[in-house]
């Protein structure tokens, strides 16, 4: 289908090009934020781990209580058509499950909406460019803004409630840094909009685990490391336990592992990519071209 190669959404059925996709001004998606979503990479010609994309995306309705009346065989199924249709082999896929718009006009209820469910694909997207991380990349720990507590907006439900994320890549733009990460009330290290963070000490590997998306690419890590047989924790990570890390790195269905070598002042791993994060970036892309990782585009 021509006019999709920039772009090409599914809404109601239908494969347009994605700029001519709307949303009603009403829907609670928009509105209210009111809304779920996940995201698959795509990597020459095939979907990585797309059912544990689903999965997730279906978990993530659970917890919101949205039902879009299609099941995982109707998802999956859009979502090669519309990739599919756009012709595109290294990708960037979204899922969307949206509140919807009242019933009645003026309801207040959001069990009287009409939920739904849309998609979107674009050219792959990298959290951090390429060039960037082999020159060094850079990570601001926010400074006037935390997390969203857990018990306000559930973290494991992928969600478009950004306004703590937002207000911090500010600080992080104005700082001159790449992205940002955010801490807990408590001063723990959660994560950063659109990734994970891990920190390598003496040759194992911590992540937080409260606060954070489970990410598939973070889980896409520890299965690495397991393979690698490198240690890795799943706690509470204090910011001054991750400043006297030796590496750190994030992970993020738009590139991977990603090594930084900046956090703040400190410089990590003499300002190169560390030799483990550097490794595990390797070897996901390594990963993603496994064939049990791999959905062809077109046969789901």
């Not at 021509?2 to 009403?26: N, S």
């Not at 934020?33 to 689903?54: C, H, K, M, N, Q």
């Not at 019933?103 to 209820?109: A, C, F, S, T, V």
Request: with cysteine; net charge negative; aromatic share 8%.
């Amino acid at each position: 289908m021509t006019g999709l190669e920039h772009g090409a959404a599914w809404m109601k059925g239908r494969i347009i090009p994605i700029a001519e996709a709307t949303l009603p001004i009403t829907d609670w998606g928009l509105t209210h934020s009111d809304i779920t979503y996940d995201v698959v990479p795509i990597w020459e010609g095939a979907f990585f781990r797309l059912p544990d994309y689903v999965a997730r995306f279906e978990a993530s309705m659970a917890a919101c209580r949205l039902d879009i009346g299609m099941d995982r065989d109707a998802i999956i199924a859009a979502l090669h058509a519309m990739v599919g249709a756009a012709g595109l082999q290294n990708a960037y896929c979204a899922m969307v499950a949206s509140r919807g718009v009242p019933l009645i006009h003026g309801n207040r209820d959001p069990r009287h909406c009409a939920n739904h469910f849309f998609a979107w694909v674009v050219p792959y997207v990298h959290v951090i460019k390429p060039d960037v991380i082999e020159a060094g990349a850079s990570v601001w720990i926010a400074k006037d803004v935390r997390r969203i507590p857990a018990d306000s907006v559930n973290p494991r439900a992928k969600n478009y409630h950004w306004g703590d994320f937002t207000a911090g890549l500010f600080e992080a733009k104005d700082a001159g840094f790449e992205t940002t990460v955010l801490l807990d009330h408590a001063g723990n290290v959660t994560e950063g909009p659109g990734f994970n963070i891990f920190a390598v000490k003496d040759g194992r590997i911590v992540t937080p685990n409260a606060g954070v998306l489970g990410g598939i690419t973070r889980q896409t890590v520890l299965e690495m490391c397991a393979e690698l047989e490198i240690q890795t924790t799943e706690r509470a990570l204090p910011l001054e336990e991750l400043m006297e890390a030796d590496e750190i790195f994030l992970s993020s269905s738009g590139g991977g592992v990603l090594p930084i070598t900046r956090v703040d002042a400190r410089i990590f791993s003499n300002g190169v990519p560390g030799p483990i994060g550097s490794r595990l970036r390797t070897l996901y892309f390594d990963w993603v071209m496994r064939a049990e990782h791999r959905q062809p585009i077109g046969k789901p």
